[in-house]
């Protein structure tokens, strides 16, 4: 348990979803920096979406405001906050009138559209990123998400729920997108966030595992831009994304025996 935790917790009162030590440990950093009302929000937040994500929130059901805040034993107030949040994330959606929804889960063609629309964009983020010059830091953030995703994925609990492998689906999400951000290209880069494709794959395939080779195809990846070699970086990415997009497929086909990484 993490020193901080007590704070948070007798500010929420029981905080009885603040059990984990991967939480506390968040929730602690989060009470050295932000006020008592950014804590609660974020702690709202994290615990809505560690429902959606393990599907303890059914895809598609409506959520009741008011059932969901007793539970959490907040008020709706920081409630509204984290759903907005969530709405951003592509985890919930709001309709005048009925409210917010969790999403439904998506149909493994559109997963595929997905797959190829970045296939087509996430190449060219490479190339630009292995050409730009001037900043040389991106390498290094970027291997430092690899030795993460490394040392996560080795950890066996981190199969299952979300609690456990949310730090490897926030590492692979970085990685995206940091890449993303380098191009330089900011509709690009809205683009692919709006894709949400880390949050759409991750709730979907979460139980499956996750594939080692990832790491592996995210360090060649590294290597090309760290080196400025934008043809070998963009040739890099695209094989990572048609690996990850196959090892989908096989998911998809074959039952559920592996995970594709993404
Ligand atoms: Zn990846």
Known sequence: MDGKLPLVRSSLGEGRWLGSGSFAKDAGEAARRLPYRQIL???????????????????????????????????????????????????????????????????????????????????????AAAAARGDDRLPGLLRATVGQMSELSAVPVLAGHYQGYRALFNTDTFFHDAIAESSGNKLVRRTLASLHAHALLYRVWYHAGFAAETVRE??????????????????????????????????ATNGEESLSGA
């Open 41 to 127: 929000t974020e702690s709202v937040y994290e615990a809505v979406k560690e429902q959606i994500m393990d599907l303890e929130m059914a895809p598609g059901s409506r959520i009741n405001m008011d059932q969901l805040a007793r539970q959490l034993r907040v008020s709706t107030t920081p409630l509204r906050e984290a759903l907005s949040r969530l709405e951003s994330d592509g985890l919930v959606t709001r309709q005048s009138l009925r409210g917010y929804s969790v999403v439904s889960l998506p149909a493994w063609e559109d997963v595929l559209e997905m797959y190829n629309l970045r296939i087509l964009l996430e190449p060219e983020t490479a190339r």
């Open 218 to 251: 995210h360090e060649a990846v590294i290597d090309a831009i760290a080196a400025h070699k934008p043809g070998a970086a963009a040739k890099a990415m695209r094989d990572h994304l048609e690996r990850s997009r196959d090892r989908f497929l096989e998911v």
